[in-house]
């Protein structure tokens, strides 16, 4: 093997990757890697056009006798994910990235490689080299700010592509197809407050924590506790048997973070403090023993605190936003029909925080079908309106609802087939993707996204494998020939 990059196979792909190493382009600062790609553009004399908010495309016309062929899209992001271990001493706006070749995987030392999406932009710009493949009209887009929030996809002007059909070669997988994603829009929930003058005993604060949290979306099936849930249910079933005046409740602080913290503080008449102490370990051990086989470093503790005793909630106020967040729905809410372990739709409640006058509450959901996330977030506002509480819905990024029968999913399971004498796994993902964005704004669009095999993407742990880079060329390749 080669002890520099550029001098691996395929020559040209690496040879732009070496060249993208020292180019900086994180998240929002991609200028000088679109200019890399424009110049290349240049070079090879096709057409290119750039929007305003940085994203590119280049034209390439087809190879001799394939004029009449659908164009196809080749896209990937320009921008990456900029993380360094602590120990390292590196800027990313103007140090290249030190890239070494260890075994059958490339590496950088101390941060990020940038291989997402770094090796699908180089298969691009290495098409857009190369003379010696057969292929259909191509449109290569270059998209920006994909790591942050998909703003450069939002953003491409709606007669940027001419294209159809689109490859997105932003997967991590090789031998794995990825044929849709969710879509997610958030609910906002806020809940007026009245509040009593002095509260009955002394001020205690339940605190729930040492959950695992996670991803909103790629780990929602997991099962985890939702602390906000846990301390929703111990102070709805408390409620029930003992006199007690919350003055605040906060858990949460992401929306696309499930909650890892939650607690309230309440006042609790001294006489009922021993028995309301036993009442929430009891019911913590029970939730304990529910989760444990997930939520093994859970604890939850209640402490009398110091300090200046505030005014508690009425005790109209207690029970609607007791009985809100108990109701309140979290985690999947439908499995998709045909394909085996998909989560199709879900919602985090993500967040609480009261203040002197209001509760606000957000919950998060996802779904790949644009009417099922509708009505999660009808079922989120149903449950806000009993207990008097306002819904504000913003609107949300659109999800990518797979289609099994996509004539080029069967063109690209028939490749994988004949170039590896392998069936290629076929997956959507529930968290968003541009594909999502991009289908909406191109109706029609038949899309994929397909790539090479990487690990620990978005840490100093990334890398690539070197070998599946070979392969994923060699398919990209067969591909391009059988949509000419
Ligand atoms: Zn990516």
């Not at 906000?228 to 919350?246: G, T």
């Not at 499930?258 to 309301?276: G, N, T």
Request: hydrophobic share 40%; proline share 5%; with cysteine.
């Amino acid at each position: 093997m080669p002890s520099n990059i550029a001098g691996l196979k395929p020559t040209l792909l690496w040879k732009h990757f070496e060249e993208i190493l020292k180019i900086p382009r994180c998240s929002g600062n991609e200028k000088a890697a679109g200019d890399y790609i424009i110049s290349v553009a240049k070079k090879n004399k096709l057409s290119w056009k750039r929007d305003k908010i940085g994203n590119v495309v280049v034209q390439k016309k087809a190879s001799a006798g394939h004029e009449k062929a659908g164009t196809v899209v080749l896209q990937g992001h320009l921008d990456m994910v900029c993380e360094k271990n602590s120990d390292v001493a590196h800027d990313f706006t103007k140090d290249p990235i030190k890239a070494e070749i260890k075994g059958n995987w490339i590496q950088a030392k101390g941060t990020t490689l940038g291989a997402d999406n770094g090796i699908g932009v180089c298969a691009s710009l290495a098409l857009m080299e190369d003379t010696s493949l057969v292929h259909p009209p191509l449109e290569f887009l270059f998209t920006v700010d994909e790591e942050t929030g998909l703003t450069g996809a939002r953003k491409i002007p709606k007669d940027f592509l001419k294209g159809r059909i689109m490859l997105n070669l932003d997967s991590e997988d090789e031998g794995e197809f990825t044929i849709g994603c969710a879509g997610g829009a958030d609910s906002i929930l806020t809940l007026p407050l009245t509040r009593k003058k002095t509260g009955n005993g002394d001020v205690y604060r339940l605190k729930i924590f040492g959950l695992r949290g996670g991803h909103s979306g790629i780990d929602i099936d997991q099962g985890r506790g939702n602390a906000i849930k846990f301390l929703a249910r111990m102070l709805w079933q408390a409620m029930h048997k003992y006199p007690f005046d919350v003055i605040s409740m906060e858990g949460g602080n992401l929306r696309n973070a499930i909650p890892r913290e939650a607690w309230a503080e309440l006042y609790v008449p001294a006489s009922k403090a021993r028995s309301l102490a036993s009442f929430f370990k009891r019911a913590f051990e029970k939730l304990s023993f529910e989760f444990k086989a997930v939520e093994n470093e859970a604890e939850n503790s209640f402490e009398k605190i110091k300090g200046k005793k505030k005014p508690p909630l009425s005790s109209k106020s207690q029970q609607d936003l007791i009985n809100l967040l108990f109701t309140l729905p979290h985690g999947v809410l439908s499995m998709h029909q045909e394909m085996k372990g998909l989560v199709e739709t879900s919602t985090n409640l993500a967040v609480v925080k009261t203040s002197s006058k209001r509760a606000k509450i957000i919950s998060s959901s996802r779904s790949s079908v644009a009417s099922a996330l509708e009505a999660a977030r009808n079922l989120i506002m149903a449950q806000a309106e009993v207990v008097g509480a306002k819904t504000s819905q913003p609107g949300g990024y659109p999800g990518w609802t797979p289609d099994l029968q996509s004539p080029l999913l069967q063109t690209l399971k028939d490749v994988h087939h004949k170039t590896f004498k392998k069936r290629p796994k076929v997956a959507a993902i529930h968290a968003g993707l541009e594909c999502g964005i991009i289908g909406e704004k191109f109706p029609g669009m038949d899309m994929i996204s397909f790539g090479p095999t990487m690990e620990h993407p978005h840490s100093p742990d990334e890398r690539v494998s070197i070998s599946s880079v070979a392969n994923f060329w060699k398919f990209l390749g067969a591909v391009l020939k059988a949509l000419s």
